[in-house]
């Protein structure tokens, strides 16, 4: 058990259910029902789906176990104390902490608009409230998503929200805030996807839909397929952010990490699976193209819900949905950055989350802003991947792009190759056979396609 030295109580999960919906709910956000969709059909459906799942086995599940293991073992405060510890104790150098550090700058970089884009979800909830979404069409689905991006005030009030929420239920602990939140969310979200589901069988196209995403055409598979799969796979199940670390600290000798580890990688790309059948049915019934981007859930939904019958019911619950999925993951994403404010200050939990939360709020600013008053400003244009960003895009591009494959490329190398083997065999609690099958991923496999990905996304 990690114990918070300011507050003398130990930070464990009571339950292993309780842990596994905590870890489930950080995996499940808007990676999986906003861009996983997308990216899905931006790139040939069932084809990219058995990439991204092989994605998932090969390189998800061994860097999850490596993490949760890293997190039991060293029994540390904050992920960067986790790595140090670790190779003090197994004398490799302090300066391993790094890799930790990474890995909390990139979650930090990821609140900054992470928590933006959970406010879009709780303003469209409130439209469909006002039947915003009645007679819709392009042209007006266009507006809305236009007027939001250009009102820095509605921005930054949901912004406000979403902090303020998080905040709240992290400054409350492992069992008292986080586990009693995902108790309300992870239900909330599992019954609104079946319940769209269900409806996008009823009055979309369900046959076209099992045709493109269970149908794999393998000649569209190319190299890239290979790459945005592998990136989608570090973003959905969240690797190298710091968070499964910090999860795993508070973890008990007696769970299984491999066992729990293939359930979390299961249970997050059955929900992707599960955005695709609520959200394709609609769209080509709708004659809308899968390959939308981005807009997909917040421009091409809500026409292809606007007028169909309980549209405005289940755009309701569609958006719930989005919300309680985006909450999980920020209250996750949040967590690490808590244990390490906790640590590097001396703080109550308290006081850590409050600081650490009005930090966030306060650069979020900048994230908002980029995207109205400040969208010509690219403060990085000296920089040749970075020219033509705006501050929005440029924290999106160097957590994302740059620290995750780095922080996950240096985790690999960490276990497979600078801990001794013995480590990480009783950690994991594996037979001679499987721990040979996650050493070879964990050593070649994954840095190979880790490195692969990081420099198609610096040279690409």
Excluded at 80 to 102: D, E, M
Excluded at 140 to 159: E, V, Y
Excluded at 384 to 396: A, S
Aim: glycine share 10%; proline share 3%.
């Amino acid at each position: 058990m990690v114990v918070n030295a300011s507050q003398g109580k130990a930070e464990n999960w009571s339950s292993r259910l309780n842990f596994l919906m905590a870890s489930v709910g950080f995996s499940v956000g808007l990676g999986n029902i906003w861009r996983f969709p997308y990216v899905t059909g931006e790139n040939g459906g069932a084809a990219f789906i058995f990439v991204y799942l092989a994605c998932a086995l090969c390189i998800g599940v061994p860097l999850v176990m490596s993490e949760w293991a890293i997190g039991r073992r060293a029994r540390a405060a904050s992920a960067t104390s986790s790595f140090k510890k670790l190779a003090v104790q197994n004398k490799l150098s302090p300066s391993w902490g790094r890799v930790g550090g990474i890995a909390i700058a990139a979650v930090f970089m990821m609140m900054l608009t992470y928590t933006v884009i959970t406010g879009w979800t709780m303003n469209y909830f409130t439209l469909v409230l006002t039947d915003e979404f009645t007679n819709m069409n392009v042209e007006k689905s266009q507006g809305i998503f236009d007027a939001l991006m250009a009102s820095p005030a509605t921005l930054i009030f949901w912004h406000t929200v979403v902090v303020l929420i998080t905040v709240f239920v992290n400054a409350r602990g492992v069992q008292s805030g986080i586990e009693n939140a995902v108790r309300i969310l992870m239900p909330s979200l599992l019954i609104c996807m079946i319940v769209m589901v269900i409806y996008a069988g009823f009055v979309g196209d369900m046959a076209a839909t099992v045709n493109f995403l269970l149908t794999p055409d393998f000649s569209k598979i190319t190299g890239e397929t290979f790459l945005i799969a592998l990136g989608q796979a570090f973003f959905s199940i969240g690797i190298a952010m710091a968070v499964m670390i910090t999860y795993g600290s508070y973890l008990d000798e007696k769970t299984t990490i491999t066992q729990n580890s293939f359930i979390v990688v299961f249970a997050d790309t059955l929900v992707a699976l599960l955005a695709g059948f609520a959200i394709f049915p609609l769209v080509f019934a709708n004659g809308l193209t899968p390959d939308a981007g981005a807009g997909l859930v917040f421009q091409v939904l809500p026409i292809a819900l606007g007028d169909l019958p309980g549209g405005q019911i289940f755009s309701g619950i569609f958006f719930l949905l989005l919300i309680a999925a985006a909450l999980t993951s920020c209250i996750g994403n949040f967590e690490p950055i808590v244990a390490w404010t906790i640590e590097r200050f001396k703080l109550t939990r308290k006081k850590a989350s409050s600081l650490a939360g009005g930090l966030i709020w306060l650069l979020g600013l900048a994230s908002i802003l980029s995207l109205n008053l400040l969208r010509d400003f690219h403060p990085f244009d000296f920089i040749p991947n970075l020219e033509g960003k705006t501050i929005f895009e440029n924290l999106d591009y160097i957590s994302a792009s740059i620290l995750l494959p780095i922080g996950g490329l240096l985790t690999a190398i960490f276990v497979g190759w600078r801990l001794p083997a013995h480590v990480m065999q009783q950690e994991l609690g594996l037979g001679k056979l499987g721990f040979q099958i996650w050493r070879i991923l964990i050593r070649y496999v994954a840095p190979v396609a880790i490195t692969t990905v990081f420099i198609s996304g610096v040279t690409g």
